[in-house]
């Protein structure tokens, strides 16, 4: 699992995708979304503008991600 690091109370999930260099540009994010499996805390999510917080977990095509705000690890 990959930490990924924000300094903000959250993330889109667009923004995400850009900021852990899984997708070039941001606006790479709605195709990308539709086309691969995106799972936020193990449910599926589709919606680009979907807010990620703290400790939650991200799966891109079998590859974990954490949001760690701050730096603190929970």
Do not use: C, H, W
Not at 18 to 41: H, P
Not at 44 to 51: H, L, N, S, T, V
């Amino acid at each position: 699992m990959k930490d990924i690091f924000i300094n903000t109370e959250y993330i889109k999930l667009d923004q995400f995708l850009k900021y852990a260099n899984i997708i070039g540009t941001g606006g790479e994010a709605r195709y990308f979304i539709k086309q691969n499996s995106v799972l936020v805390n193990n449910e599926p999510e589709d919606r680009r503008g979907r807010k990620l917080r703290n400790g939650d977990i991200i799966r891109v095509n079998n590859k974990e991600y954490r949001i760690v705000q701050n730096g603190e690890i929970k």
